[in-house]
């Protein structure tokens, strides 16, 4: 199965669902992250983007568009399809589409749009930690099981050293207390939770 996950800037994917891109990966899919901008020090972040990526086994790809500049427009849903013509998914994951984060909306919002007339399932990841409180809620709707790959995660996330460096311990405390409340939600040790735009003949697959 060919997997895209796509995330507005480095860190995003690892601390939203990196043990679901390992999980993936180690089932034999494959993945492909793409990040959309890089909003500071452009070159080490992008070195700790390929080291993250690298640590979770995935193929990396940046859209390359300027910070402020990163809006939702055509530009942006025009090169989101470039990619889903270029790579043909069959799963797609993005943010939640009511993050704090305006990058994170837009960037849900183009692969929306992209998806319109694509048959391949769609879901919406928890926003980053640390985050803003926002008025709504992200409704739990599927889970992934990442007990076996939460140290993976945690790597992955620590490989973004800038971003550690300013967040420091609590970041990776946040990321994995969250991991172990949605484990704890479904029985299992560690888990990541998606919200669902689309599933398509899901409980049909291999059948």
């Known amino acids: 199965m060919k997997v895209l996950v796509f995330g507005a800037h480095p860190d995003d994917l690892e601390v939203g669902m990196g ?3 390992a999980k993936h990966v180690d089932k034999g899919d494959e993945v492909t992250m793409v990040i959309g901008t890089v909003p500071s ?3 080490q972040r992008r070195d700790e983007a390929r080291r993250g ?20 427009n055509r530009r942006l849903v025009g090169q989101i399809d470039d990619i889903l013509k270029d790579v043909g998914p069959e799963l797609i994951y993005t943010h939640w589409d009511q993050d704090s984060h305006q990058d994170h909306n837009n960037l849900s919002r183009g692969v929306i749009s992209a998806t319109r007339k694509n048959r391949c399932s769609v879901l919406m990841y928890e926003q980053t930690i640390p985050g803003g409180i926002v008025p709504g809620g992200f409704k739990a709707q599927s889970f992934v099981d990442v ?6 995660k945690i790597e992955s996330i620590r490989a973004h050293e800038s971003q550690y460096a ?6 990776l405390q ?27 003949d899901v409980i049909f697959r291999d059948r």
């Open 19 to 21: 043990g679901t891109i």
């Open 41 to 43: 020090q452009t070159e």
């Open 53 to 72: 990526a690298e640590i979770l086994g995935s193929a990396l790809r940046f859209l390359d568009v300027e910070s402020d500049e990163f809006e939702y």
């Open 147 to 152: 007990s076996d790959y939460i140290h993976r």
């Open 166 to 171: 300013h967040h420091g311990d609590l970041w």
């Open 174 to 200: 946040g990321v994995r207390g969250r991991a172990s409340y949605r484990g704890f939600q479904i029985n299992v040790a560690y888990a990541e939770a998606f919200e669902v735009i689309k599933e398509i």
